[in-house]
């Protein structure tokens, strides 16, 4: 069947603007996951979403970053007032409702920022 | 605080031979851990777990290992294949911090020499 899909796969933007990127979970898949990975680093954890509310957003890095569910599917993580600091890439993971579920990533978003 | 550490970055192996990535943690309330591999411009793909109340987990060519006194894990990949070539994260997961979020690693370089 078909993973986690990603868009855009590449965004570039210049300081100061608003970045909207979306994330479509495998299907039926409760849980979803947004991870930052920096270059020559790991996947960091910004938020978690079981269904369609956060459950962990203790990852996420000051008030400029915001992610919704609304339907308990899609995704969008919500940058505003992009930063250097904030080019990355964006990587979305889903799994099942469970503890110790494997999270299945998708591709990532790759958010350069000028 | 690095609280999962690949401490090699980097590691070459003939074809054929035996592939050990190494994994230390910190914090004794994860309870399952996690290996992905990334190939350059693709999200992680998951290989392999294993869960605190084992110490072996086995997969077809991949072996992972649970020291948990040593607070340490490996993933054993043998026999290795050009084809395994790719960077490979750790990650660990418990019931502290929100339960399902992951805590990754730096990442391992595998080369897999001819």
């Known amino acids: 069947g078909a993973g986690v899909s990603q868009t855009p796969s590449n965004k570039v933007t210049e300081k100061g603007k608003y970045v909207e990127l979306r994330c479509d979970p495998i299907?039926?898949?409760?849980?979803l996951y947004w991870y930052r990975q920096s270059l020559g680093q790991g996947p960091e954890f910004l938020i978690y979403?079981?269904?369609?509310?956060?459950?962990?957003d203790s990852g996420l890095p000051n008030d400029r970053f915001f992610a919704v569910r609304p339907e308990g599917s899609v995704s969008t993580l919500k940058i505003q007032r992009t930063e250097r600091g904030d080019s990355a890439v964006y990587l979305c993971?889903?799994?099942?409702?469970?503890?110790?579920?494997?999270?299945?990533f998708g591709p990532g978003t790759r958010l350069l920022v000028l | 605080d690095q609280q999962v550490k690949q401490n090699s970055p980097s590691l070459s192996v003939q074809e054929g031979r035996i592939s050990i990535l190494n994994c230390d943690y910190t914090?004794?309330?994860?309870?399952?851990f996690l290996w992905y591999k990334k190939y350059p411009a693709e999200g992680p793909t998951f290989l392999i777990s294993?869960?605190?109340?084992?110490d072996k987990n086995e997969d077809g060519r991949f072996t992972v290992f649970l020291n948990k006194s040593a607070k340490h894990l490996s993933l054993h990949i043998v026999p290795s294949q050009p084809g395994d070539s790719a960077v490979y994260f750790c990650?660990?997961?418990?019931?502290?911090?929100?339960?399902?979020?992951?805590?990754f690693g730096t990442g391992t370089q595998l080369k897999v020499e001819l």
């Open positions: 979403f079981q269904g369609t509310g956060a459950a962990d």
């Open positions: 294993i869960s605190s109340i084992k």
């Open positions: 914090n004794s309330m994860f309870d399952y």
């Open positions: 993971a889903s799994s099942g409702k469970g503890l110790q579920e494997t999270q299945y």
């Open positions: 299907s039926g898949h409760t849980a």
């Open positions: 990650a660990a997961g418990g019931l502290t911090g929100g339960g399902n979020k992951l805590t």
